[in-house]
């Protein structure tokens, strides 16, 4: 057997098994977001759900047979919940792989590196002290400065700390964090008390507040921008290997990972402005997905974001479902699995 005839018999079926992948994801995607929009404190059937879909996408197409109450609970507030929490999720999935391949790092995240902190940061700015200079846009403007400020920071003491190594630059990232959280918080103390409590949704993270003509910001940053990750994925997929590796195949290694680290706080910026801080999302997934289909990224990157989209749907069930009909911030749902995770991450690569 040629070479050639050797590449393609354990080339197919990998293939084969990536086609699958994607198949099965994108199923169970449509299934998240099917549950997600029928479960609540007022359920409403699946085919109800589709159909109030479909009468909005297509009017006429169904006979109506649903109350007034329903297709607003529908199409108002569950749908574009759902539809935002798979853009966040997907958003934080892919800026964590592309950092966890500029910094070698396995435990780069947006949340550890500060990213997530600085967008808060700036998305509290504006909503207690500058206002909405220019509408809506001020407060994705203002956190992906933030985030942008925090990443530049991060870099900065990683820098006068001499921190090269991949780990002391995470540690960079946490003290950054600690850091602008607490002048997140001044801003918090100094702020209007009439106001402050609008800020907690930054703090811990939700998705209530969701709307149909914003979700346009997160789904333009999350295309623009992960299509840019996705045809650098050669490019990260040498930097794993290391800066010299890197270089020898051209890459200008300083000006890349910078450019990275500004793409992944547009996209923190922008997600965390209409999400408030989301953690540990970034860390998990494409763990989970490097053991599912390898670490090349050209599968890396879209298979985090389909299984990061999937992820945050169902934390957004169980924090609507868990106390309902109270919402838990899904920050903390997040947390809680993050950490667990965190803990069985360090066990499976104790050096």
Known sequence: MSI???TRVTVHPFKAR??????IG????????????SVGAVSVPFPTVWGIVINKLAPGFVTPDWSAGREAIVWDIRFPRAILACFVGAGLAIVGASLQAVTRNSLADPHLLGISAGGAFGAILALLHTGLFIGLLTVPLMAFLGALGATLIVLGVSQFATATSADRLVLAGVAVSFIVMS??????????????????????????????NQLIYPLAILILCGAYLWGNARNLNAMTVGDETAATLGIAVKRFRLTVFVIGAMITGVMVAFSGIIGFVG????HIVRLIVG??????????????????????????????????????ITGLIGGVFFVWLLRRNPG
């Not at 990157?301 to 911030?329: E, K, N, Q, Y």
């Open 26 to 37: 994108l199923i169970a995607l449509f299934l998240s977001l099917t549950v997600a929009v």
């Open 295 to 332: 670490g090349d990224y050209t599968r890396v990157i879209p298979v985090s974001a389909l299984l990061g989209a999937i992820f945050l749907v169902w934390a957004d069930i169980l924090a609507r479902t868990v106390m309902a009909p109270d919402d838990i911030p899904i920050g903390i």
């Open 4 to 6: 050639a005839d050797r």
């Open 283 to 286: 860390l998990m997934i494409p």
């Open 18 to 23: 990536l086609r699958l992948t994607f198949v």
């Open 183 to 212: 002048a997140a918080n001044v801003l918090i103390f100094l702020g209007d008390p009439r106001a402050v409590h609008t800020v907690v949704f930054w703090m811990l993270g939700g998705l209530g507040l969701a709307q149909w």
